[in-house]
């Protein structure tokens, strides 16, 4: 653990044994917003400008949309939390030979949008009118908390695809603020009040946040008997923010019309941009028998370090 981090921990910890409610505010400021927005990479900047820019109104912000190909076999790529449209530049460009037409975007207080933060709400929102205008989607792609607002725009918003992608999905908002205040080291009591605060000023008259916001509920509105019938999962074991444990069950909910697929190496962010994983998802596009087994591509050199390929198979329900 940093200073920082250690310097933040005591402080807020300290605070709530006399002051809770301040320290609960303190502590939801840090969640509420991205720490900084990620920039646009030299490698990435070719295919962004290519892209057809447009713009999604939502929650008092504006997203910014990124469109490319004809219009046809459209397929949405949708970023995580401090993440943004860019990220997915080797995929679009996998999706282009296919024929397919990417649709991407930057969420508020993301990339090049305006505001300073996105909820899961705001993710769903712009799925759907993404949805409206490129829609329907032969495909979806989310990374992150963008599966979680995927699946909840599948269920809420009555979002239509045939198939959905999912890397190193988030299962639910709760695990949010447990990973959050457990990386901070903060005290039961900072949990329940920033609960209290993600309810009060996230999610104000919006119900059952903390099961409804899930990848994995189960149900009569399941993820498993909605949208999309076929699924692809792909987690790193060296994730280091989201527990692989969390596909493995989205894995087990959706049977077997998912396929799982474990890569080593990448972690958490590197993953969306991984030539290996855009080869693993490019075929799942031109699959005809989504049930089966994945198909993985074959093992990288070695690298400097001495690791093997970043990638092992994974055997499928």
């Not at 505010?25 to 990479?41: C, D, E, V």
């Not at 712009?126 to 990374?143: K, N, Q, S, Y």
Request: net charge neutral.
């Amino acid at each position: 653990m940093d200073l920082a981090v250690t310097a933040v921990r005591i402080t807020l910890n300290a605070a709530s044994y006399v002051a809770p409610g301040p320290a609960g505010k303190a502590a939801f400021r840090l969640f509420r917003k991205p720490r900084g927005r990620s920039r646009l990479r030299p490698d990435e900047r070719p295919v962004m400008d290519l892209a057809e820019v447009g713009a999604v109104a939502v929650g008092g912000g504006s997203a910014v949309s990124y469109r490319w190909g004809t219009g046809e076999r459209p397929v949405l790529l949708v970023h995580g939390w401090e993440s943004r449209g860019s990220r997915f530049a080797t995929l679009v460009s996998e999706l282009l030979d296919l024929g397919l037409s990417p649709v991407a975007f930057d969420a508020p207080g993301h990339g090049e949008a305006t505001g300073e933060a996105m909820t899961i709400l705001d993710l769903r929102d712009i799925i759907t009118a993404l949805d409206a205008e490129h829609g329907p989607f032969e495909m979806i792609v989310a990374h992150s908390l963008g599966v979680t607002a995927t699946f909840v725009a599948v269920r809420e918003r009555g979002v239509r695809t045939e198939r959905i992608v999912a890397i190193s999905g988030v299962p639910d908002f709760a695990y949010l603020v447990d990973g959050f205040c457990a990386g901070l080291g903060l005290r039961a009591r900072l949990n329940r009040e920033l609960r209290r605060r993600v309810e009060r000023e996230l999610f104000s008259g919006e119900t059952d946040i903390w099961s409804r916001f899930s990848s994995t509920r189960t149900g009569r509105d399941s993820t498993a008997e909605a949208g999309a019938s076929s699924f692809l999962i792909v987690h790193d074991e060296d994730d280091d923010m989201v527990d692989p444990a969390a596909s493995r069950a989205l894995h087990s909910t959706l049977g077997d019309r998912a396929r799982l697929v474990v890569t080593r190496g990448l972690g958490h962010r590197r993953i969306i941009g991984d030539r290996q994983v855009a080869a693993s998802v490019r075929d799942f596009v031109v699959s005809e028998a989504p049930g089966r087994a994945a198909a993985v591509p074959d093992p990288s050199p070695r690298t400097a370090a001495g690791r093997g390929s970043p990638w092992r198979p994974s055997c499928s329900s």
